[in-house]
């Protein structure tokens, strides 16, 4: 198995893990059971792991998303299988293009897995009726070279091999490494370097090496006027239980690359993003995103399961983190909201 093959399993793992905590009441997301097969439950520490992880993410995002109304470009990079582009539709929220990118092998199956269920397809081609009255699309037309067995249309939702493109939604299949390419299939999507933009990266810039994660950001900054970024991943992994996270990962065949980024908050904000040109940054643990979260809901959560192991709980929450930066005026003054 090669380092790339161990990196796209860690997908596998994520959507399971958010299944076990969706099915055990932790939040509701109804269509995380499309992808995956088989349920697995998973200890109450890793679903009030990924509870927190959830909510804290769509904490940062709905405080973008109240700043713009709405009339913003999300970009989720290394999104595997997640499903926040239906969750938001679900909840009435629209934004004018939600863009998803993780290596083709993956996307391959996202968009095979969403050619084969209506409820997946129904959402997007809806969405993309409504938008046809007033979106001027690129005009998607295929590459030369895809097979037309490759090819699936319904509606306006179009699959080309590895990628899916709709007017408001679209699946790339690309290496964030390569960003010549990131360039062009960006193009493709129709996006638009000057409306205010939302990246998203879950447990996927630790993966990549610190020269790649650093283009990538740079790039990032470089090319977009008005940015937010949150970035949800490891951090604190030079103690003991920080290397045992470590060698739990080597022995799936799979390394954290990008460690150097991981080891204080203080080196995510520094090294990972305004090093490279964004205006800020903040981050916190996820001792302190957990404290933060709406009490009333914690409450809930906090009554679904017996947590055995608050150590254990406490320990795990300590070794994650979210940062978020921006570039740009319209989260210039975060720090106020
Ligand atoms: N963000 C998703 C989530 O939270 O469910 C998936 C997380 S999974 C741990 C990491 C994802 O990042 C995988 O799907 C992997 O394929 C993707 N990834 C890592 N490095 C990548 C790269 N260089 N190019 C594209 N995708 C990458």
Redesign the pocket.
């Known amino acids: 198995m090669s380092f790339d093959d161990g990196?796209?399993a860690?997908?596998c793992?994520?959507?399971k893990c958010?299944y076990s905590a969706v099915k055990m009441g932790y939040w509701q997301d109804d269509f995380i059971q499309y992808f995956v097969t088989g349920y697995e439950r998973k200890t109450p520490e890793i679903n009030r792991g990924y509870y927190a992880r959830t909510k804290g993410v769509a904490m940062f995002m709905d405080k973008f998303l109240k700043k713009t109304g709405s009339n913003c470009q999300i970009i989720?990079l290394?999104?595997?299988?997640?499903t926040l582009y239906w969750r938001l539709k679900n909840s009435g929220i629209t934004v004018n293009n939600y863009i998803e990118?993780?290596?083709a092998s993956?996307t391959s199956k996202k968009c095979f897995l969403i050619k084969k269920n209506k409820i997946l397809l129904q959402t997007i081609s809806q969405q993309a009726i409504r938008s046809m009255t007033n979106t001027n699309m690129s005009g998607h037309r295929e590459p030369p070279g895809i097979p037309v067995s490759q090819i699936f249309s319904e509606g306006e939702v179009k699959i080309i091999g590895s990628d899916l493109h709709a007017p408001d939604y679209h699946i790339i299949g690309?290496?964030?490494?390569n960003l010549t390419e990131l360039d062009k299939k960006l193009t493709q999507c129709g996006i638009n370097f000057d409306v205010p933009t939302m990246f998203l990266?879950?447990?996927?810039l630790v993966?990549?090496e610190p020269e790649?994660s650093s283009m990538l950001l740079h790039w990032i900054a470089k090319k977009f006027n008005d940015i937010f970024f949150i970035n949800y991943e490891q951090v604190n992994m030079n103690d003991n239980f920080g290397r045992i996270m470590l060698d739990n990962l080597r022995n799936r065949g799979c390394q954290l690359a990008g460690v150097d980024a991981c080891l204080s908050s203080q080196t995510q904000m520094d090294s990972r993003f305004v090093r490279v040109g964004w205006d800020s940054a903040r981050s916190w643990n996820m001792i302190n995103v957990y404290e933060y979260l709406p009490e009333e809901d914690r409450y809930r959560m906090e009554r679904l399961e017996m947590l055995d192991e608050l150590e254990l709980l406490q320990q795990l929450l300590q070794h994650y983190c979210i940062t978020i930066a921006w570039k740009g005026i319209t989260m210039a003054d975060v720090d106020h909201l």
């Open positions: 990196v796209q860690t997908n793992d994520a959507t958010k989720n290394g999104a595997g299988f997640d990118i993780d290596f993956v690309t290496d964030l490494r990266t879950e447990c996927v993966y990549m790649s």
